[in-house]
């Protein structure tokens, strides 16, 4: 089975930089996501990590460590609009299906 | 990136009957297509893996009866809720990878469809 860890809420300041930390345990593994989701909306795509190490994508980057079972995200230089929930979701545990975390609900504040 | 259209995205019905939602790519062609659930502040439940052309694949929990999917063609994915009841109001959310999808694993969502049974 699989099995997701997040923190379920954070708070940080605009302009700040926030790192959420995500932990699995898992049978089988073949890829972490990461996903942002504003409330009453559909997920939308972040990041992909299938090897170690760290992925940047402009204010977005995600790191993995397979050994450790560990992953973040982290945000740069906060707006506002960042305020969302986001997923961490694990790919393995056999077949393509994505299972996803809890969630860590971000608030951002001025 | 691709493109799933999900409809309609708010439903209110009433207790016993049945609502169907449908789930399309629109710029690109899902053999599989993915059916998640999403209470109020938790994550998203994989319902069901719907496969074109053949049954769809239940998770652990959810009723096949119940939930009925059905994925006709390769852009079309349907999932009726029958016989609906207070307990099924939900967020339904449809998802599905194309081709460079298949290599990553990324998914694309649907907008979702919003279920409140009175």
């Known amino acids: 089975g699989q099995n997701i860890d997040q923190p379920t809420e954070m708070t940080a300041t605009e302009g700040a930089i926030v790192q959420i930390n995500c932990t699995y345990q898992t049978s089988g593994f073949n890829g972490l996501f990461w996903y942002q989701q504003h409330a009453g909306e559909a997920p939308t795509f972040l990041s992909y990590n299938v090897l170690d190490g760290l992925e940047e994508k402009g204010r977005f980057s995600s790191f993995l460590s397979r050994s450790k079972g560990y992953s973040y995200l982290l945000l740069k230089e906060l707006q506002m609009k960042d305020s969302a929930s986001y997923l961490c979701a694990l790919r393995g545990g056999g077949g393509n299906k994505l299972t996803f975390g809890t969630g860590t609900q971000l608030k951002v504040e001025l | ?118």
């Not at chain 2, 690109?28 to 999403?38: E, G, H, I, L, P």
Request: with cysteine; hydrophobic share 35%.
């Open chain 2, 1 to 118: 990136g691709a493109v799933v259209s999900q409809h309609p995205s708010r439903v209110i019905c009433k207790s016993g009957t049945s609502v169907k939602i449908e789930c399309r790519s629109l710029d690109f062609q899902a053999t599989t297509m993915f059916w998640y659930r999403q209470f109020p502040k938790q994550s998203l439940m994989l319902m069901a893996t719907s496969n074109e052309g053949s049954k769809a694949t239940y998770e652990q929990g959810v009723e096949k009866d119940k939930f009925l999917i059905n994925h006709a063609s390769l852009t079309l994915s349907t999932l009726t809720v029958t016989s609906a009841h207070p307990e099924d109001s939900s967020f339904y959310i449809c998802s599905a990878r194309d081709l460079e999808g298949l290599r990553t694993g990324e998914l694309f969502f649907g907008e979702g469809s919003r279920l409140t049974v009175l």
